[in-house]
């Protein structure tokens, strides 16, 4: 399986991006999806998760009640809305796959991941 995220780019604090995150292959609805982020100089954190059939989901405190996670299985895409952006949301957003389940996704545990896309939010 192979991700490629886009989507990322620069963005006033208050606005709104949609992240995309398709996948090759015929099995992306057997993987549960996820989205993190790592900004420079720190760790790489969970922000948003989605399982197999997209009835469950989890954020991050940091971003709930801004961003939602949602996925179409038809085209092998996974998304990621962010809206009310905040200038320490900056950083490079990376789309997993993972499809044991949530619990291991939920930890950064992944079986594939993709090459990242940039967002900066200018305050």
């Known amino acids: 399986v192979q991700l490629v995220e886009s989507g990322g780019g620069y963005v006033q604090a208050g606005g709104s991006l949609r992240l995309s995150c398709t996948a090759s292959g015929r099995t992306f609805s057997s993987y549960c999806m996820g989205w993190f982020r790592q900004a420079p100089g720190k760790d790489r954190e969970f922000v948003a998760i989605?399982?197999?059939?997209?009835?469950?989901?989890d954020y991050a405190d940091s971003v709930k009640g801004r961003f939602t996670i949602s996925r179409d299985n038809a085209k092998n895409t996974v998304y990621l809305q962010m809206n009310s952006l905040k200038p320490e949301d900056t950083a490079n957003y990376y789309c997993a796959a993972e499809r044991s389940g949530l619990i291991r996704l939920r930890v950064g545990s992944a079986d594939y991941w993709g090459q990242g896309t940039q967002v900066t939010v200018s305050s």
């Open positions: 989605i399982n197999w059939s997209g009835t469950s989901t």
